[in-house]
């Protein structure tokens, strides 16, 4: 049993993702339209191709930075032989509001935390969460649920005495591709575990963000069959976590 699949999931995810040339394509655009609307129309029609053929070039190669820095997909064998404490958690904070875990943060979130610290933060450490978990700290973690074909979005609420692990459906949006379907919530009823994970198939899993690079596909055994998330690859050693101390918990009353 060993504890080094959290220090290496923390680790890599500190590294920058290359989210920065993604976030430039979308600056160039805003300056180029405004620049080339001003143009003759002779210009525009060398400047326009020209214009989106950068675009283009910096969202693939964006991309591919992103995909190169992103954190590895832990197994699902590398998930057992994580070591838990045989006590569980040490205390019930369930009273107090559930935290966004660290692959659920905001922009909002890390603008705040990066003010505060007068310094770029990140807002996020799965090892902080970790910590905090097993110390009763509730966390709620973004997770898109498949079904019927389709990725939905919503999240896991982890906590509660005795300790839940339930996808809950977003409230927003109210329609389009990321809108859920079926149940508002599907309790995780224990013994429930992590069977399988792997990474994003763009062509086949249709995913309804851009991003999909930092998320995991995760299937979780249950007793009612199986369920088939998306969640944040450095959240999936909280999610797991979580559902074998649920376990736990269940097998000891």
């Known amino acids: 049993m060993t504890d080094i ?25 805003s300056a180029s ?18 214009a989106a053929g950068t675009v283009l070039w910096l969202a693939v190669w964006g991309r591919s930075r992103a995909e190169a820095a992103a954190p590895p997909v832990p197994g699902a064998g590398e998930l057992l032989a994580v070591e838990l404490p045989a006590s569980g958690r040490t205390a019930d904070l369930s009273a107090a509001a559930p935290v966004r875990s660290a692959g659920s943060v905001t922009v909002s979130d890390v603008i705040r935390y ?12 799965p090892e902080a969460d970790r910590t905090a978990f097993l110390a009763g700290q509730a966390f709620r ?14 999240r896991l609420t982890v906590g509660g005495q005795p300790l839940a692990v339930t996808w809950e459906r977003a409230a927003l949006p109210l329609a389009g591709p990321m809108r859920a379907r079926g149940a508002r919530s599907v309790p995780l009823a224990p013994p429930s575990r992590i069977a399988l994970t792997r990474p994003f198939d763009a062509a086949r899993d ?15 055994s249950t007793p009612d069959g199986h369920e088939k998330l998306a969640v944040p690859t450095i959240d999936v050693p909280l999610v797991h976590a979580a559902l074998e101390l649920a376990n736990a918990e269940e097998s000891r009353d």
């Open 206 to 220: 249709r995913f309804p963000q851009v991003n999909d690079w930092l998320y995991t596909v995760v299937t979780i």
């Open 141 to 154: 973690v973004v997770a898109f649920r498949r079904n019927e074909g389709r990725w939905g979005r919503g």
């Open 33 to 50: 339209a405004a620049f080339i609307w001003r143009l003759g129309w002779k210009a525009q029609l060398i400047a326009w191709p020209v």
């Open 114 to 125: 990066s003010w505060r610290a007068r310094r770029w933060h990140h807002a996020g450490d």
């Open 5 to 29: 699949g959290w220090a290496f999931l923390s680790q890599r995810s500190r590294q920058k993702l290359g989210l920065w040339p993604l976030m430039l394509s979308n600056a160039v655009i």
